[in-house]
């Protein structure tokens, strides 16, 4: 989604910018923009499509010596990607670049209108800079200005401001939207709305908070509190680990990152596997006490963990269990008991809908949780505990190996509840780390399959549609794995429990209806198989996936025999993830940034 970097310094300041959008680029954007002040005058670059466009279109601009300088990808809310659309939007002399949603903008941009104001975008954005040059007029300072302009606002942002009121100044303010500020020992000021443009250039930041606003100069931070008071910068040391990601000779990062679950799945089990029972370090031994229900609250493909691991706790931790679509919980007026338990699952830790969700339940009094993969983010920092997933930094849009991760976690919390609640004997609790240390290995990619499905994946281009059908906690595995080959193929897919085809899906099965079937030998074979052959009897095209031959099945794709359902789990969900990057790549599409979608979905 939309991108921030900002610096202030002496520095390369055209490539600093440019490089640090780069590293946002794989959050998905459709435009981009930057400007520049330097000696009284802005420059400003603007362009549609990728990144490479506003390297081109700034390639004669090379601004030497101090100078202050924002930049933004846009990912269009507020409308088209076009140029005039694109960030950092002009007043009379300040720019401005924001990411989030200014729900207020309307009445705003009427009562600027009035004032002879004459907008050239679309945007909710253009209001911030034409409020902030309308309140300059009648403030004594520039920062006067800027704090007023924020009262004005309703939404959610993290701004940058830079003005020839002020030339060496950058202005900023987060309310909703992650921003950092990053400092170094030369006297220069970096700003980005994640950790990665930071990493080659600072080693101390600042997570801002919401509420936070203020300005820094080369030689100053001035920083305000949510409560309107002064505040001392907290700064960090940036953890560099992972957060740099090259594709290292694999063709997208998409394929990468599948080729990478085992060995982070392998990270995301050490330490937390002992001989015989569970360990996790983030929750203190008293974590669950009290605690009578769990709540599940995610988005999209975290949305699908979140379905998942209701399986297996109520399977095996006995404990009540909800799943909750953020989007949804925010405005139902949920009931919620101070006994539950509220768990956010997010890749990111940045959605917005499932931060606004556990701050609901945080607000509520609910205990809470987070599963996250992203160390600092702002969920992390919002819950009382939070249990990392150890991914890496996982740059393809549709996401795999942080799936792979969050199953891990959820799969192992379970049990952890099961011993803590006694609803698992202990050679049954040795059983599942047993099982667990496989994972590694059953995820590894089999070149065979991989192969397999690259020439199965020519038969799969066309057709009216895809089912994914599964039973029990694969039918979350089913809608998955649609999820996966609809964001990047852009054919249209469905997953369903295989048991619900006959109350009325398999009214649209014919030869042109691929069914994606999940049939594990360890977990209702027999039931799915009808299923299935319901399907098969209507001349639906089938390709079944599973460690047993199917007869009826057109195509076939061969897991291992293994012991038990979970690992057939983890090798339906490679296959799977396989399945749609095969048939996406035939098709010609972007794999790792595809049309529409953003890898952080920072509005609502
Ligand atoms: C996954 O492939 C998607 N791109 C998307 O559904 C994603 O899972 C969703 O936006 C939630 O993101 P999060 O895990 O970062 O909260």
Redesign the pocket.
């Known amino acids: 989604m939309c991108g921030i970097v900002g610096y202030i310094g002496y520095k390369k300041t055209k490539e600093i910018l440019l490089d640090g959008l780069s590293e946002l680029e794989y959050r998905g954007y459709d435009s981009a923009g930057i400007a520049v002040l330097q000696n009284h005058t802005f420059s400003i670059f603007k362009t549609v499509g990728k990144l490479v466009n506003l390297k081109q279109k700034t390639k004669s601009y090379h601004p030497e010596g101090f100078a202050v300088g924002i930049g933004h990808t846009r990912w269009a809310t507020h409308g088209k990607p076009t140029e005039l659309n694109a960030h950092p939007h002009l007043g009379e002399n300040s720019y401005v670049v924001h990411n989030g949603i200014i729900e207020n903008y309307v009445p705003l941009k009427h009562e600027l209108q009035q004032k002879g104001v004459k907008f050239l975008s679309q945007t909710d954005t253009e209001v911030i800079v034409w409020l902030f040059e309308s309140e300059l007029k009648s403030s004594s300072t520039p920062f006067e200005a800027f704090k007023k302009t924020l009262s004005r606002l309703k939404g959610s942002y993290a701004i940058l401001l830079v003005s020839k009121s002020r030339e060496d100044t950058i202005f900023f303010a987060k309310g909703g939207s992650p921003l950092i500020l990053g400092i170094n020992n030369a006297d220069e000021k970096y700003f980005a709305s994640s950790d990665a443009p930071l990493i080659s250039h600072c080693k101390d930041v600042v997570y801002l908070e919401d509420g936070d606003f203020g300005y820094v100069t080369p030689s100053e931070i001035t920083l305000i509190g949510a409560n309107g008071i002064q505040k001392m910068p907290s700064f960090k040391v940036l953890a560099t680990d992972k957060l740099s990601a090259q594709k290292d000779g694999y063709r997208f990062f998409m394929e990468k990152e599948i080729y990478e679950q085992s060995d982070v799945i392998a990270d995301t089990l050490l330490g937390r596997l002992k001989d015989t029972h569970i360990a996790f370090e983030e929750l203190d031994k008293d974590f669950f006490k009290g605690i009578n229900e769990i709540k599940l609250c995610?988005?999209?493909?975290?949305y699908h963990c979140a379905l998942a691991a209701s399986y297996l706790f109520e399977r095996y931790a006995k404990i009540k269990v909800s799943v909750e679509i953020a989007s949804e919980f925010r405005y139902k007026k949920p009931l919620l008991f101070k006994d539950m338990l509220f768990i956010a699952?997010?890749?990111?830790g940045?959605?917005a809908d499932?931060l606004e969700s556990l701050k609901m339940a945080k607000n509520a009094g609910l205990k809470t949780l987070t599963v996250c993969n992203v160390d600092n983010s702002s969920m992390v920092r919002q819950s009382d505990a939070a249990i990392f997933t150890r991914a890496g930094i996982e740059k393809g849009?549709?996401?795999t190996k942080?799936f792979a991760t969050q199953m891990a976690v959820f799969w192992m919390l379970s049990i952890y509840l099961a011993d803590k609640k006694h609803s698992l004997q202990k050679d049954e609790i040795q059983k599942h780390i047993s099982l667990l240390r496989e994972v590694p290995a059953c995820v590894k990619v089999d070149e065979e399959m991989h192969e397999k499905i690259t020439r199965l994946s020519k038969r799969y281009l066309h057709g009216h549609g895809f089912f994914y059908i599964g039973r029990d906690i694969f039918y979350p595995l089913a809608l998955e794995g649609a999820?996966?080959l609809k964001?990047i193929s852009y054919l249209h897919a469905e997953g369903y429990p295989s048991g619900e085809m006959k109350h009325g899906p398999i009214a649209l099965a014919d030869p042109e209806l691929f069914t994606i079937a999940l049939l594990p030998n360890h977990m209702l074979y027999e039931k799915t198989k009808s299923n299935v052959e319901e399907l098969s009897a209507r001349d639906s095209t089938i390709c079944v996936i599973s460690p047993q031959q199917f007869k009826k099945a057109d195509d076939f794709i061969q897991t291992k025999q293994t012991s038990h359902y979970m690992l057939e789990f983890f090798e339906m969900m490679v296959a799977t993830q396989l399945l749609a990057l095969e048939i996406a790549v035939r098709l010609g599409h972007d794999i790792d940034m595809p049309r529409n979608?953003a890898?952080?979905?920072t509005v609502e």
């Open positions: 995610a988005c999209g493909t975290s699952i997010s890749q990111s940045e959605t499932t849009v549709a996401s942080a999820l996966k964001e979608l890898k952080s979905v």
